[in-house]
């Protein structure tokens, strides 16, 4: 292996890895607070993912457009993104959920609640045509609604410009933004868990249910806000997918949510820190193993990995749970 393709796998598997890290935050908030595996995030990305697809739809974007409109239209797509991916966390949480929580149902009722609402709201986005043509607006919305079982391309209207060199590799600006973007977005949603008032009612709520419940902390005002913040990173997760794989559909989420939730269990499930870390080693691994033993076996190697790390150390590669992260 030559240096210049060490160095253009190792950059690019950090990309990729800082994605999976950003989405497996909403696998992680929810199983540090609720002990849930939220299997549905995987279509709250989905969701926000179109949305992106729907403002450049929207605004008739297109590559080479003046770079202050560019930007402009990004941020309002990493908006739309966020808001609809939240706004779904928050209805998956009232709808398929709270109902279950309050009659203490067993964790397993809970789990296969997770996995009916997965396959609805994918199968929603899938027959968005047919809904559309029942409501009789199929002709209105034609440009957003047809080939719903397709792919739906995103149109980056930001180039991609070469910024630099190392080793003969040349780093390019989507994937220095997207790098760095992700990267400050987990930074601030920890500093926020950590030392806002509301994130430690967060972790209150982890560590110990009842005790927070006296101390006058209101358990479901916490639970939602954990999922609207799972469901915030998930959106901007879409994307940064977006901006460096220009390309979604209404199962996108089913691979990228194993791979997003292999993630989160590999740094330590309900470890903010521990998705960032366990998202990055994750993308690092794809990388390498597809270059040593070939594309097909991109998959393999990422859950041989996580297999290995969990028989040595079944509690992740950080370990520490929310409940017990210092301020």
Same mark, same amino acid.
């Given at each position: ?18 994605? &999976? ?54 941020? !309002? ?44 709201? *994918? ?21 957003? !609604? ?22 003969? &590799? ?76 220009? !390309? ?11 791979? *997003? ?67």
């Amino acid at each position: 292996m030559s240096l210049a393709t060490f160095v253009d796998l190792t950059f690019t598997g950090l990309v990729v890895g800082s994605i &999976y890290g950003l989405f497996a935050l909403g696998y992680t908030l929810v199983y540090g607070v609720l002990r849930l595996i939220n299997f549905a995030h995987s279509e709250v990305f989905m969701w926000g993912s179109f949305a992106a697809v729907w403002v450049m739809l929207l605004f008739n974007a297109r590559q080479g457009m003046p770079l202050p409109a560019a930007i402009g239209l990004l941020l !309002v797509a990493l908006l739309a993104a966020m808001l609809v991916s939240g706004g779904i966390a928050l209805v998956l949480e009232r709808v398929a959920y709270r109902r279950l929580r309050e009659k203490n149902a067993p964790p397993l009722v809970a789990l296969i609640s997770a996995i009916g609402a997965s396959f609805v709201l *994918a199968e929603l986005m899938g027959l968005r045509d047919r809904i559309a043509g029942w409501l009789g607006l199929d002709g209105v919305l034609a440009e957003f !609604v047809r080939q719903a079982r397709q792919n739906a391309p995103f149109v980056n209207p930001l180039p991609s410009v070469p910024l630099f060199e190392v080793a003969g &590799y040349t780093v390019r600006s989507t994937q220095l933004i997207v790098l760095v973007a992700a990267l400050l977005m987990m930074l601030a949603l920890d500093q926020f868990v950590r030392r806002s008032r509301l994130g430690r009612g967060v972790r209150a709520v982890s560590q110990d249910p009842e005790a927070a419940a006296l101390m006058g902390v209101n358990k479901d005002r916490v639970i939602q806000l954990t999922f609207l913040l799972g469901g915030l990173m998930a959106g901007a997760a879409a994307l940064l997918y977006l901006m460096h794989i220009p !390309v979604t559909r209404f199962n996108v989420g089913f691979v990228l949510g194993i791979k *997003a939730f292999t993630a989160a269990v590999l740094g330590g499930i309900g470890n903010i820190r521990g998705a960032l870390l366990g998202g990055l080693v994750l993308g690092l691994a794809e990388n390498y193993g597809s270059n040593l033993f070939g594309s097909s076996w991109k998959d393999v190697v990422s859950f041989v990995l996580l297999i290995v790390v969990l028989l040595f150390r079944p509690t992740g590669l950080l370990g520490e749970s929310l409940g017990k992260a210092r301020a």
